[in-house]
């Protein structure tokens, strides 16, 4: 019963620290990991052999694992931050903003999106060629 119960609380404390440690996206890294591994391997290795060895071969087998595990999440957080801001610089490099001035003389800005040889604007129509201002005046101005 008693291993029982130190298997829960080693358990909750471990869960509740990663998902403290999750909260903020890429928080989590190798030394990160590795405390949460080895404290975790420390409990099972102590409920396993109940002495101080194999607490000792836990605590290194978990840190170990942890670490590993840690530094693939943040590996795997860099990518996803390299795809959004390489989706960024293309979604640049295929629009363009064309300033219309309305009646009242202020201006808006409206972006388009190049599509083949046309382009798409804000609210989906389709051009042949990039609009001129009156065209768009007459659409997204006043």
């Not at 840190?63 to 990518?79: F, S, T, V």
């Not at 390489?86 to 999106?113: A, F």
Request: glycine fraction near 16%.
């Amino acid at each position: 019963m008693r291993n029982l119960l130190t298997l829960i609380l080693t358990a909750s404390f471990v869960l509740t620290t990663l998902y403290v440690s999750g909260c903020e996206e890429g928080s989590m890294n190798g030394g990160t990991g590795a405390l949460l591994g080895g404290g975790l391997g420390a409990g099972i290795g102590q409920i396993a052999g109940r002495d101080t060895k194999a607490t000792l071969i836990g605590a290194g087998i978990g840190a170990g694992a942890g670490y590993l595990l840690g530094e693939n999440a943040k590996a795997e957080h860099q990518r996803k931050q390299q795809q959004q801001q390489i989706q960024q610089l293309q979604d640049q490099q295929n629009s363009v903003t064309i300033w219309i001035t309305n009646s009242n003389g202020s201006q808006q800005p409206v972006t388009l999106k190049k599509d083949g040889p046309g382009y798409i604007g804000p609210r989906g129509e389709r051009y042949p060629s990039l609009p001129t201002e009156e065209q768009l005046r007459q659409v997204y101005g006043f």
